[in-house]
């Protein structure tokens, strides 16, 4: 089966979009530049660089073509679309897919919307926070408050993030109401441990995914994209742990 692209811009669209979409979703810096070069190589172009970061991918190949750079604005996380963009990779490299068939593949998975429902988010966000106050060895009496805060927590950080566009202001104010719902369960009774309730609501808030990929970014050589994602996590954290501290601040 015939791999080569006609032009090598258009080789280089290929690679760009499924960088790009890996970076959207998750990716960890060194898997979007291993994935984009395997896709170069097997189009006939063995011999390209790459620029990663959390906000930016530059591409290019050796020869006359220029450089080609796109912005990465939103992420998320989506570990399904970086499996299947790394599906067509790996077919594309076994002659299964060609360039063409591959582009219109990687176009299809950039447009399909994989997600789950809101309601399902956040009735599996309030499952995990009273199974997170369990696991930090808190009482069954305080699971179904755990659900009601880590459900209230996660729907409100849900919504405020459509009005307030910088992430960091979202999860202050979801912290903060986190805090205030559990002082509620503690003062009228219904909650024993303000502290366990607490630490189990605001998991689903935590950046877990992004502080792990910090993390092998930074073990991987890749000392740029490892700082912003840690300094992006640090921020998560400082906005969880500052709403927090306010309702303490206040009512303790």
Not at 101 to 111: F, G, P, S, T, V
Not at 159 to 167: A, E, F, N, T
Not at 191 to 210: F, R, T, Y
């Amino acid at each position: 089966m015939e791999h080569k692209f006609p032009t090598s811009l258009e080789v280089i669209d290929i690679c760009l979009l499924a960088g790009k979409i890996m970076l959207q979703c998750g990716a960890e810096t060194y898997r979007v530049e291993d994935t984009m070069s395997r896709i170069a190589a097997t189009f006939g172009i063995p011999d390209s660089h790459s620029y990663v970061t959390p906000t930016g991918i530059i591409f290019s190949v050796d020869g006359t073509e220029p450089a080609k750079l796109i912005r990465i604005s939103e992420r998320t996380t989506d570990l399904y679309k970086v499996t299947l963009v790394n599906g067509v990779s790996r077919k594309a490299a076994s002659g299964e897919l060609t360039s063409q068939q591959a582009y219109i593949r990687l176009k299809e998975i950039e447009e399909a919307d994989f997600t789950f429902p809101i309601y399902q988010q956040i009735v599996a966000a309030a499952i995990a926070s009273g199974c997170f106050m369990l696991m930090f060895l808190g009482q069954w009496s305080d699971f179904i408050p755990a659900v009601i805060c880590g459900g209230i927590g996660f729907t409100s950080f849900i919504y405020l993030h459509r009005v307030v566009q910088i992430k960091f202001f979202s999860e202050f104010l979801a912290s903060l109401i986190i805090g205030l719902a559990a002082f509620l369960f503690i003062k009228s009774g219904f909650g024993a441990q303000l502290d366990k309730i607490i630490i189990g609501s605001v998991m689903p808030l935590v950046p877990g995914l992004l502080i792990t990929n910090a993390v092998r970014d930074l073990m991987a050589g890749h000392l740029v994209s490892g700082l912003s994602k840690g300094a992006e996590a640090f921020l998560t954290a400082f906005a969880i742990g500052t709403g927090i501290a306010v309702i303490f601040a206040f009512y303790s």
